[in-house]
T-cell receptor, first 112, second 112 residues
Framework: DTAVSQTPKYLVTQMGNDKSIKCEQN?????MYWYKQDSKKFLKIMFS???????INETVPNRFSPKSPDKAHLNLHINSLELGDSAVYFC???????????FGPGTRLTVL | QQQVKQSPQSLIVQKGGISIINCAYENTAFDYFPWYQQFPGKGPALLIAIRPDVSEKKEGRFTISFNKSAKQFSLHIMDSQPGDSATYFCAAFGSGTYKYIFGTGTRLKVLA
């Protein structure tokens, strides 16, 4: 059973389009995250939700909008995609402060 | 103060050798220090973690050394194997927050 799953795994799209990435976890965790990993492998947190409540929003352009319909899901919607949005996006879930985080397999977004 | 500095950026080690990756932090509020291992095309996975009340933690061939006064911690991989070839990230986490700060990553290659 996959603990943290993301769809799609690959996403290729044109500049200006709107796209969504979905994430689901079956670990029963209260906290979920979105990370962006750029071409240099830098891993940076974007958002975190705890019990469906947004608790971290790291100076991410407002073109990015997370949404947590329930504790097991955290989706990421991106409007007006730009070339610089090309990266691998990882969803993660965790047990809370100071706890282990479990990462999904990533979604490689390529904006042409 | 929120940075975690990681070195080296890349590392090549012979099979059976010792791999050492170092990290330094500034924020004394950090109190949980995990190391993550990432294979190509996969999400990061927790390898080993330490809290500042101990100076060393060992799990199999992996050891974290922690120097609280110097605000440094390191990962030692003993008897390095080709299967250890991956990117390693240190991270730091502060109680009361949900945010991990990741180091910039070290690409380890173990030669057969």
């Amino acid at each position: 059973d996959t603990a943290v799953s993301q769809t799609p795994k690959y996403l290729v799209t044109q500049m200006g389009n709107d796209k969504s990435i979905k994430c689901e976890q079956n670990l029963g965790h209260d906290t979920m995250y979105w990370y962006k990993q750029d071409s240099k492998k830098f891993l940076k947190i974007m958002f975190s939700y705890n019990n469906k409540e947004l608790i971290i929003n790291e100076t991410v352009p407002n073109r990015f909008s997370p949404k947590s319909p329930d504790k097991a899901h955290l989706n990421l919607h991106i409007n007006s995609l730009e070339l610089g949005d090309s990266a691998v996006y990882f969803c993660a879930s965790g047990t809370g402060p100071g706890g282990e985080q479990f990462f999904g397999p990533g979604t490689r977004l390529t904006v042409l | 103060q929120q940075q975690v500095k990681q070195s080296p950026q890349s590392l090549i080690v012979q099979k059976g050798g010792i791999s050492i990756i170092n990290c330094a932090y500034e924020n004394t509020a950090f109190d949980y220090f995990p190391w993550y291992q990432q294979f190509p095309g996969k999400g990061p996975a927790l390898l080993i973690a330490i809290r500042p009340d101990v100076s060393e933690k060992k799990e199999g061939r992996f050891t974290i050394s922690f120097n609280k006064s110097a605000k440094q911690f390191s990962l030692h991989i003993m008897d390095s194997q080709p299967g250890d070839s991956a990117t390693y990230f240190c991270a730091a986490f502060g109680s009361g927050t949900y945010k991990y700060i990741f180091g910039t990553g070290t690409r380890l290659k173990v030669l057969a």
